[in-house]
């Protein structure tokens, strides 16, 4: 039962590295469209996370895993996420609807024991995903040269956190991360009445590591709360 599990969390994994997520026209710069961090309790809260503690026994909280005083069930969680898009510019009175429906999570967590509770995260972190085409012409129309600009990829974020339980009161926890992916971006030039194409291509992949330590207080108040 465990190696099938394990199998699909891979297979869920590659497909959510296959992914096109970026709806964004920025996506063009930097690492791209960043998406990280958007699960359900983070989106219904405006983006509160790293002080969020859960009455419910079975969120685990990745921002701050301190915060996981409370975790006592194995959870695994997969989480979609819908975009809907629609920009409009000056220039040429451009305008542009997009969509898209993405996996934006998949976790793991779990109680190792009463005080040290575990949890696995797979997420995107960034995409991109552009077409380009700008065109100049002369007074009569006719075509004098053609810029494209293409860009793809998508970069993913893998969490690994811990959690340890002090006293009722003090929790501490600590999250490693591993970002990986590949990010592509062409420009190219063509001119009417050349068999030459100029342009340029660059290829970024990405391999970084971090970490990141965590500590929550709570505590009751008698008047107000029961335990």
């Known amino acids: 039962m465990k190696k099938i ?12 590295n296959a992914q096109s997520l970026s ?20 989106a219904s809260m405006g983006g509160i996370s790293t002080a969020f503690i859960s009455d419910f026994t079975s969120s685990f909280n990745f921002a701050n895993p301190a915060n996981n005083a409370n975790f006592e069930l194995t959870s695994i969680r997969l989480e979609a996420t819908n975009e809907n898009n629609y920009f409009k510019s000056n220039y040429n009175d451009m305008k542009s609807t997009k969509h898209s429906t993405y996996l934006s999570n998949i976790s793991l967590a779990f109680p190792l024991s009463p005080k040290v509770k575990m949890g696995i995260s797979y997420q995107p972190y960034s995409s991109k995903s552009y077409d380009i085409q700008t065109d100049q012409k002369d007074a009569d129309g006719a075509l004098l040269y053609r810029n494209n600009f293409k860009g793809n990829g998508t970069v993913n974020i893998a969490q690994l956190a811990v959690a340890y339980k002090i006293s009722q009161e003090f ?25 030459y194409v100029n342009g340029y291509e660059t290829k970024n992949r990405i391999r970084n590591f971090n970490f990141t330590l965590g500590t929550s207080y709570q505590t009751i108040n008698t008047r107000t709360d029961k335990n």
């Open 5 to 16: 599990f394990v199998v699909s969390f891979i297979s869920v994994g590659y497909f959510l």
């Open 23 to 42: 709806n964004s026209p920025y996506a063009a710069y930097g690492i791209g469209d960043v998406k990280y961090d958007n699960t359900i309790e983070t």
């Open 171 to 195: 929790s501490v926890g600590a999250r490693a991360n591993l970002y990986f992916g590949d990010l592509n971006d062409l420009n190219e030039f063509r001119a009417v009445g050349t068999e």
